[in-house]
């Protein structure tokens, strides 16, 4: 897994998501902007997180409190529930 560089700082964060709020946008193949990276951190539960980006390496981690997810700018990625889970997506650039 990847690591979220020091020269970049954190300006939003999402919501706290469920298994039951999770947004079906983030449940298949999609990017953050330019620059952008992600922080995706398990309060509770597990997510599994899946690189979909053709010009990667196929990737498939599963995500826990122990073992946050970072996303890439413009990598293509989704998120699949495996049970009950609450997570956010802290934003850096």
Same mark, same amino acid.
């Given at each position: 897994? =990847?690591? &979220?560089? /020091?020269? $970049?700082?954190?300006? =939003?964060?999402?919501? %706290?998501?469920?298994?039951?709020? %999770? @947004?079906?946008? #983030?449940?298949?193949?999609? +990017?953050?902007?330019?620059? $952008?990276?992600?922080?995706? +951190?398990?309060?509770?539960?597990? #997510?599994?997180?899946? &690189? +979909? ?8 981690? #599963? #995500?826990? @409190?122990?073992?946050?997810?970072? $996303?890439?700018?413009? &990598? ?10 609450? !997570?956010? $997506? /802290? !934003?850096?650039?």
């Amino acid at each position: 897994m =990847k690591t &979220i560089p /020091d020269n $970049v700082a954190q300006y =939003k964060s999402s919501p %706290v998501f469920t298994q039951d709020s %999770v @947004p079906a946008a #983030l449940q298949r193949s999609h +990017t953050t902007a330019a620059g $952008v990276w992600g922080r995706i +951190t398990i309060l509770d539960g597990s #997510l599994l997180y899946r &690189i +979909t980006d053709p010009s990667q390496p196929a990737e498939e981690t #599963l #995500l826990t @409190p122990e073992r946050p997810g970072v $996303v890439e700018p413009r &990598i293509e990625h989704e998120v699949e529930v495996v049970g009950p889970v609450r !997570f956010q $997506v /802290d !934003f850096h650039r």
